[in-house]
DNA sequence: CCAAGTCGGTTCACTATTTGAACCGTTGTT
DNA sequence: AACAACGGTTCAAATAGTGAACCGACTTGG
């Protein structure tokens, strides 16, 4: 792996459960040397993207992060028009509503409005999903150029569940129903007990830039649910859609 | 130079105003070879720091960015907890107020308000500024511990204007005074032109985590603004530290 | 109260990664 | 049609990265 790479590593260590983290343990989760990864984290520091708490001496993210993510977002700014409508889908469902964005050939969560209620899906900001055997990822390929989509059904695509579609026709036969009806529906594909319903956000140029699901228990959804929450899906997918391109 | 702090460089090139950038600019820019540079690039791309555009092929911030800030956001939520007291402060007393946090040694500006007033004073999003010489440094320094204080001091300190204090002796003095009356103030330290009233934001141990400052062009300031400023300046800032410690 | 284990941090001979001049083919300008 | 600038690629040469061993400082538990 390039040293590039092994000093992003580092950044993806920490996560919201644990944003402070100790150099040796930060080594070993890495699978580097003690000595290369306070190097790589002092070449991190030295640009403000880690910084090091003075009394525990642990590391934590750095204000450059902030920095450079405020620069993209003005340039950019997906979450910050998608997430009121996010909240307000939420609301309305009654559920977990997650967004992601599309980048480097995959889905990367990048907000979350969690369900009110007790029995509800936990989704991470941060986690990756894959474009087959979610609902997200079903639909942001409904929404795709053909050929993106043959290019990526041609790669072996790996089971999650028992119930993950892993073969070409199945994926092609929901990629056209959720074509046709404008989202996706997916049950335990990525995780079991998990009920999707997905949409894509479509930018400027008509090609998807990320999805939005609405993520339930599969106990709590039966075909009338799953319709009024593709509905709703759909509507707030096109509302963030237009937001981005500039009303419209 | 690290590679890593070379890649890091890339990153940094992208700012407000040019928040895309084609690999030779790119490489031009950060003075690497057009070749090292696409090889950092596509190690940025692959944990997703950066993207490229489809279609015109150039550059720009990536999403995995927005998620880091995330975390970092979501573990010390400066930024979030500030804003709203840094939109206030600037629309009462009229002029450009801006946040910065403390990061490797300086002030890092992370968030600013303009002033509604055609004249004003701008600040960039980025911009790093050194502890002596400005209002914001001067009182951080005045809110740290006197052996922070004189290991920056025994530094040499550059001098950015004709008014720069660069003497050991006349920061002390400002930093007393800044000290006994809670805000510091600054004419024409760093920038020609410019007027700034700075108060300390505090940590939950009581020691100094970054600043805001009250920008305004020096023609429209007098002692008597200045002082209304700065008991302005302190109030806000007083409230974001019991905002951030858990209201106290 | 000491021994064992951990921590953050440092050193330096060895080696693998990075580097950049020269080279594509393509695109847009004159 | 000629030209220049673009994004991207190659490979021998050189530089930057690596990690086992070591340090002193804490913490733990018998």
Redesign the pocket.
Known sequence: M?????AVSLLELFTLREPEI????LARRAG?????A????M?LAKHRLIE?EPQS??YRLGAGLSRLARIRDAHFPFVRLAAPVIRDLSLETGETVHLSEFSAGALLTVHVDLSGKANRVNVDVGQVLPLHGTASGIAFLAASKPETVSAYLEKPLEAFTAHTMTTTEALARAIALAAARGYSRSAQGYEEGVHSIGAAILGADGQPIGTLAVASPVSRVDDATAASQGEAAVRAARMISTRLTGEA
Chains 1, 2 share one sequence.
């Open positions: 390039s040293t590039v790479g092994k100790g150099l040796s343990d580097l040397d003690k000595a290369t306070r190097r790589l984290l070449a090091q001496r642990r």
